[in-house]
């Protein structure tokens, strides 16, 4: 584990270029949204969905030093248009621009307590897992994957179960990356092991994305990331959740992910785990072929 570290930091600095940007090291802005206006803590339940205008009708609970509870109509981002359901219980950024115009949401997440229940039991499951793996924390090929519940594009809960008994290709990207050969050319590289996948007539694989800036990285920028890309998300699934749990997943993973006040530089690996939930390939990197991953995987 020592020296998979060293390599790793060794790795991340080597590649890093002048003022931060690399080839398997990427330094960008980490926070939510761009700075814009003013923002305050929104909580309330969606009554209308107007996709085509990206608009929300929201019965929201006071919102604390602005207005009290009322029933109004939001501007949102297409992502979060597409991912909102009627009678969906949300907590929301309410934003006032400063440039006037008409109130907006942003950072939505899903609020429905068992939901939430369900996120934060995972969380704490795997916290105490990483903590007590110790020194064997790194889970080499051959381990078995660990349990994790996190929230997918949709909003929906996932736990890691949903997936036992199907292969998994899984890798981590955030949607801001900026630099073509980092997470722009793994998520098309997933996209090529999808599309080859199918035409090799593999059926039982599941392709899995999960966020290194789950702050940013709401349901539904994942959702606009994918419908963006024209990702075909029947099998393929982009997971965010608990900054600790996407923590201790890249821990495991053995992603250095390092925060520098706003910003983020990580490093890359992609996983192959067969249906009985055991690693057994594993590229760093972006410099990895999508027919590689297929050639690996179990035709049924």
Request: hydrophobic letters at 45%; proline letters at 5%.
């Amino acid at each position: 584990m020592p020296r998979l570290i060293f390599l790793a930091l060794l790795l991340l600095a080597g590649c890093a270029k002048p003022g931060g940007g690399g080839d398997d090291g990427v330094r960008v802005l980490a926070g939510p949204d761009a700075p814009g206006g003013k923002r305050y803590p929104l909580t309330g339940v969606i009554l209308k969905v107007d996709l085509p205008h990206k608009l929300l009708t929201v019965q929201h609970e006071a919102v604390a030093g602005l207005m009290p509870a009322m029933t109004m109509e939001f501007a949102v981002a297409a992502g979060d248009a597409a991912a909102a359901h009627v009678g969906e219980h949300i907590r929301a950024d309410l934003v006032l621009d400063r440039a006037g115009g008409s109130p907006r949401l942003a950072r939505i997440w899903p609020d429905d307590r068992s939901a939430a229940a369900a996120i934060a039991a995972g969380a704490r499951a795997l916290r105490e897992d990483t903590h007590n793996r110790g020194d064997g924390v790194y889970r080499e090929v051959g381990e078995a994957l660990p349990d994790f519940t996190l929230y997918d594009q949709s909003g929906q809960v996932v736990n890691s179960r949903r997936f036992r008994g199907k292969q998994i290709m899984l890798n981590f990207i955030f949607t801001r990356c900026p630099v073509a050969n980092m997470c722009p050319a793994s998520t098309a590289k997933m996209m090529a092991a999808q599309r080859q996948a199918r035409e090799a007539g593999v059926k039982n694989v599941e392709f899995v994305s999960i966020t290194l800036d789950p702050l940013y990285d709401t349901p539904g920028v994942l959702k606009e990331y994918a419908e963006v890309r024209g990702i075909d998300t029947s099998n393929f699934s982009f997971l965010t959740g608990p900054e600790s749990a996407i923590r201790d997943l890249l821990t495991q993973f053995g992603v250095i992910a390092e925060f520098d006040g706003d910003l983020v530089k990580h490093t890359l690996a992609t996983l192959l785990i067969d249906p009985r939930g055991t690693i057994i390939w594993r590229a760093d990197g972006s410099a990895w072929a999508a027919a590689d991953f297929v050639a690996r995987m179990h035709k049924e």
